[in-house]
């Protein structure tokens, strides 16, 4: 849609008045005494002043993001975890040790993160000057739908005008808002006026709902048709149902010091960081505080809010916090909805915390490191009782929220603010010009923090207590003397309002005084879908690329423009070690076999790097995609299989109830097909079971197998039963195959761990090498021997049981018959939350009878 | 005379001597290297003696029980063999079978095998149970019989 730009009249009456000579004293003065005498107050004219006057957020509002990797270290690491040092005489006891962390922000990165995507999406466009000036007569009714969201096509008018009278309210009453100063044109695209000056020019006075009152009233609440018509009416149809406040987050810190190692000690109580890693301690405060500014995510919250109410049944409606517009009374200006009105709360518990992480992997990439151990993200947790600050907290520890990589990207920013609650706060920063910045006068954009840890009454000895070192080596210089070191751990914690007010709105609803957690079957109220649950479009299931492949799929021939686009696309963005399979697969398919050259899009596309629904790169081709998502990583699975699937079809089909996030934009999170640069493990004192030629392909042992997951598995544990994942994994391969890596079943499943075929389908296996055949009379190995992938099935075997070309197309199979693969895999998913579920020998036998009986049927849901 | 003849009696003595001190003193030269060698190689008591990286970490009581089997294994007989892998420090029992009973029957005598041992917790043991047999009749095992018989998982 184009808006027609529209004619822009200055019309500033207090400037003319200023202008007009000696008799604008007295006008003044009558101005003065008039404004006493209206109903509202008296207002300064807007003077939008961005970023500045943030709204303090009361901590009931603020959702904690911890910044962990999957082992719950703090990233990067080469910034937050260090060695302090100190030297002195041995033994000398309270001594102050410190270390000064340089902690780097990217604030105009930051932004992007909470973005007013969402907003624009459920309100439609109305913060735009486009949409402020459009000629609503001359739009075409396809554009009429496209200029109104959601909430002003499903809301009814009675909703709208309360919105609105709130809306015209508080941006008259707050002129420091950006906002105050925007203009409207009327229906016609004629006359702009901003809301200061319509209050000027319609009275003196502002709408309300009450009909007997002198102020104009919207006919839909019993005011006048025609006078409301004359002035208001012809500018409410534009007048926006939300305004952007501005609210200040922060990012505090939390610390552990002491890596001391002593195996023989219990639970290893020398090394307290690695108890924060276990689960088993908190790491503590210290004081410091970085205050930050977050445009926009306000509106973001009361967009989804109306459109919850307005969609999801009043009994299934989220709590009170789609209430922040009309909550927000006129008494409490800038405060936010009473307290105890709100979902969240303070998330000060430290391991639930850590659950807690929504954006947090998007929120690495805010901080500038070197991307090193930069893989999955997901934080578990221990049954470990915590031994730290709070030994008090209940750590019964729920879902794992999944840590998704988030939506990237720039949008509208504040700049680092002057005034931070720390004044000792020290600090460098780089300026940034860019047009998102809000706030164009403040330089301070990249920044880094000095941030000071200290730890007071030290002994200068290595030892088990906190008071002690982890290593001590002699001082080369002074006899008496010994330096000493102890590794000290930084974790950042942003701490983000309204955060969980969004993902309640969108995907579903949550009960007062729980945790802001999504997702989590323990404490999601069952039939409170969110709004995505009605208004899902399809761009949050599918990217451009995406779109285009199914278009292309249901195009009468490959030689449309949609497939032709798709091609030019891959053909762009191919990695290179792929591009020769992708020609020649096309080539081949060209002519005879269209539907085969779709294949071999779909299949190189998979390795393609595709923007996300997610992102919020204004640059991109589709707006749509990232006016979806917005401040939510919406989930597919969730919202198809737990909002829309009634709770009996959830239970049959034995859809997960949890961790919507795992699904939404993470590379990690879906782990099958193969393509993971790894080499079989090492295994000394094992007979190689190959007899050393290559054209065998793969050959193991059971004890080769055996060792592999031994040395996969290491210390990491199952993560519902928080057993061993050595354990887990022998018991399920040998359940499942009992080793054998030719073993297939009629549902398609293949492999040592038994995965279905179809999920590695259509996925191109390393270059050199190529999948084999099946056992026997074929052969005795699967896997890995040279030359093209059997055409038709090995000779011997039952197609009914196990067609190579059903289950993968062709020659693409994803390394499907790798032992070592599926290991692999295997173990990367069984560490995280529901990821052992889709075993059945997981959910049955360990489930029953075991002590895990309660735990896998509430995580997993019934066994089928 | 008699001091020449004196001299020349002593003198192959001296000589002697002289000799056997050499080959002593080498002799206490090459013992003493030795001994200081061997204090070079002998491990410090506080140093931990590793477990190789792919050795499995059993649960107590694993080794007492281990070692009253230790001598009869391996055990093997037709279908079936009973082995304790070293370098992954834990039990297979291999099993192979045409069918359900056949499984269940051979894993129903190696566990009376072990009893028979004087092993007192055969659990401690985390046997390996395993079915080589093919896919549907291990599909077709209960999941609790890869797991020593009266063990949890």
Same mark, same amino acid.
């Given at each position: 849609m184009v808006f027609k730009p529209a004619l822009v009249f200055s019309r500033r009456p207090w400037r003319a008045l200023l202008r007009s000579g000696p008799l604008a004293g007295l006008a003044l003065v009558a101005l003065f005494f008039s404004l006493f005498t209206s109903i509202a107050h008296a207002q300064a004219p807007p003077d939008p002043l961005p970023c500045e006057n943030p709204i303090e957020p009361n901590p009931e509002i603020l959702t904690h993001n911890w910044m962990v990797n999957e082992n719950r270290e703090p990233v990067p690491q080469d910034q937050l975890q260090k060695i302090a040092t100190k030297s002195g005489p041995r033994g000398q006891t309270d001594v102050t040790v410190d270390y000064t962390f340089n902690f780097t922000v990217d604030f105009s990165k930051l932004g992007g993160l909470f973005g007013p995507t969402n907003s624009d999406y459920n309100e439609g466009e109305y913060q735009?000057?486009?949409?402020?000036?459009?000629?609503?007569?001359?739009?075409?009714?396809?554009?009429?739908?496209?200029?109104?969201? &959601?909430?002003?096509?499903? =809301? *009814?008018?009675?909703?709208?005008?309360?919105?609105?009278?709130? @809306?015209?309210?508080? +941006?008259?009453?707050?002129?420091?808002?950006?906002?105050?100063?925007d203009e409207f044109t009327n229906?016609?695209?004629?006359?702009?006026?901003?809301?200061?000056?319509?209050?000027?020019?319609?009275?003196?006075?502002?709408?309300?709902?009450?009909?007997?009152?002198?102020?104009?009233? &919207?006919?839909?609440?019993? =005011? *006048?048709?025609?006078?409301?018509?004359?002035?208001?009416?012809? @500018?409410?149809?534009? +007048?926006?149902?939300?305004?952007s406040e501005y609210y200040k987050a922060y990012i505090q810190f939390r610390a552990q010091h002491k890596a001391y190692e002593n195996q023989a000690l219990v639970n290893n109580s020398g090394n307290l960081i690695d108890q924060v890693l276990r689960g088993a301690r908190c790491p503590y405060w210290i004081d410091e505080t970085i205050a930050f500014v977050m445009p926009e995510y306000f509106r973001t919250t009361a967009t989804t809010g109306q459109v919850n109410q307005v969609i999801v049944p009043g009994a299934a409606q989220s709590n009170h916090s789609n209430d922040v517009i009309l909550l927000n009374k006129p008494e409490s200006q800038n405060s936010v909805s009473g307290k105890g009105n709100l979902l969240s709360t303070i998330i000060d518990k430290c391991l639930k915390a850590f659950q807690n992480n929504p954006v947090s992997n998007a929120l690495k990439k805010v901080i500038s490191f070197v991307h090193t151990n930069f893989l999955s993200f997901n934080v578990y947790a221990e049954p470990y009782f915590q031994t730290g600050d709070n030994p008090a907290e209940d750590y019964n520890l729920d879902c794992i929220r999944i840590l998704v990589d988030g939506k990237e990207g720039k949008d509208p920013y504040c700049a680092l603010p002057a005034n931070q609650p720390d004044s000792d706060l020290q600090y460098t920063c780089e300026n940034q010009i860019d047009e998102l910045k809000r706030d164009k006068n403040n330089l301070n954009v990249i920044c880094t923090f000095k941030i000071k840890w200290q730890q007071t009454g030290m002994t200068l000895e290595a030892g088990e207590g906190p008071e002690f070192f982890d290593t001590c080596i002699d001082h080369p210089i002074n006899p008496d003397w010994v330096i000493c070191d102890v590794a000290v751990y930084l974790w950042p914690i942003f701490e983000i309002p309204w955060q969980a007010e969004i993902w309640n709105n969108t995907l579903y609803s949550d009960v007062p005084g729980n945790e802001p957690f999504i997702g989590s079957p323990l404490k999601q109220m069952e039939g409170r879908p969110g709004v995505y649950s009605f208004f899902t479009p399809i761009t949050i299931f599918e990217d451009e690329l995406e779109g285009n492949i199914r278009k292309c799929r249901n195009a009468p021939t490959t030689e449309s423009q949609?497939?032709?686009?798709?091609?030019?696309?891959?053909?762009?963005?191919?990695d290179e070690k792929y591009r020769s399979d992708f020609e020649a697969c096309v080539e081949a398919a060209l002519i005879t076999n269209p539907d085969g050259m779709v294949l071999c899009i779909v299949g190189v596309a998979e390795h393609v790097e595709k923007k996300r629904p997610g992102e919020t790169d204004r640059g991109s081709v589709s707006d749509l995609s990232r006016r979806v998502i917005g401040g939510t990583d919406c989930s597919k699975e969730y919202v198809w299989h737990n909002a829309l699937y009634p709770i009996a079809a959830q239970k049959t089909y034995g859809i997960q109830n949890a961790c919507p996030v795992e699904s939404a934009a993470s590379s990690q999170d879906y782990i099958p097909p193969g393509d993971d640069d790894f080499t079989p493990p090492d295994c000394p004192g094992i007979t190689p079971a190959s007899d050393g030629n290559p054209n065998n392909g793969i050959e193991t042992s059971v004890?080769?197998?055996?060792?592999?997951?031994?040395?996969?598995?290491?210390?990491?544990?199952?993560?519902?039963?928080?057993?061993?994942?050595?354990?887990?994994?022998?018991?399920?391969?040998?359940?499942?195959?009992?080793?054998?890596?030719?073993?297939?079943?009629?549902?398609?499943?293949?492999?040592?761990?038994?995965?279905?075929?179809?999920?590695?389908?259509?996925?191109?296996?390393?270059?050199?090498?190529?999948?084999?055949?099946?056992?026997?009379?074929?052969?005795?190995?699967?896997?890995?021997?040279?030359?093209?992938?059997?055409?038709?099935?090995?000779?011997?075997?039952?197609?009914?049981?196990?067609?190579?070309?059903?289950?993968?197309?062709?020659t693409n199979d994803g390394e499907a018959w790798n032992p070592f693969l599926q290991i692999h895999k295997t173990a990367i998913m069984m560490e995280r939350f529901g990821g052992a579920c889709p075993w059945s020998t997981f959910k049955g036998t360990l489930a029953d009878p075991s002590p895990y009986t309660a735990l896998i049927g509430d995580r997993c849901g019934p066994q089928l | 005379m008699n001091n020449g003849t004196t001299l020349t009696k002593i003198k192959?003595?001296?000589?002697?001597?002289?000799?056997?001190?050499?080959?002593?003193?080498i002799f206490i030269l090459i013992t003493l290297l030795f001994s200081t060698n061997n204090k070079t190689e002998t491990p410090r008591s506080q140093e931990k003696i590793e477990q190789p990286k792919t050795a499995l970490k059993q649960k107590e009581g694993f080794d007492s029980e281990l070692e009253k089997i230790t001598k009869f294994l391996p055990y093997k007989g037709e279908g079936f063999s009973l082995e304790y892998v070293e370098a992954l420090n834990l039990i297979n029992a291999k099993i192979k079978a045409d069918n359900v009973e056949g499984y269940l029957t051979i894993k129903n005598e190696l566990e009376q095998f072990i009893l028979s041992k004087e092993v007192e917790d055969i659990c401690k043991l985390n046997i390996i149970w395993i079915a080589e047999t093919s896919q549907d009749v291990r599909k077709s095992i209960d999941g609790k019989n890869f797991i020593t018989t009266g063990c949890t998982p």
């Open positions: 735009q000057q486009d949409h402020k000036n459009v000629n609503i007569s001359e739009l075409n009714p396809v554009d009429i739908s496209k200029y109104n969201g &959601p909430i002003q096509k499903a =809301g *009814n008018q009675v909703m709208l005008d309360a919105l609105r009278v709130k @809306y015209v309210d508080y +941006i008259w009453r707050n002129s420091h808002l950006p906002e105050a100063s229906t016609n695209g004629d006359n702009p006026r901003s809301i200061y000056e319509m209050h000027h020019e319609f009275g003196e006075k502002l709408p309300d709902l009450d009909p007997n009152t002198s102020n104009p009233t &919207p006919p839909s609440y019993g =005011g *006048n048709k025609n006078d409301w018509q004359n002035k208001w009416g012809q @500018y409410w149809s534009k +007048i926006p149902t939300s305004y949609v497939c032709q686009d798709v091609i030019n696309f891959v053909n762009e963005n191919i004890e080769e197998l055996q060792c592999a997951i031994i040395l996969e598995a290491g210390t990491k544990r199952e993560f519902i039963t928080r057993e061993p994942l050595v354990n887990v994994m022998l018991y399920v391969i040998n359940a499942e195959s009992s080793y054998n890596q030719c073993a297939f079943a009629d549902a398609g499943e293949i492999g040592v761990f038994q995965y279905i075929a179809s999920t590695w389908k259509s996925t191109l296996v390393r270059d050199g090498v190529d999948s084999g055949t099946v056992s026997p009379p074929a052969g005795s190995v699967c896997w890995g021997i040279a030359g093209r992938d059997p055409d038709t099935n090995p000779p011997g075997q039952d197609p009914a049981l196990f067609s190579w070309v059903q289950n993968f197309g062709g | 192959p003595t001296i000589i002697k001597l002289l000799i056997i001190l050499f080959f002593l003193g």
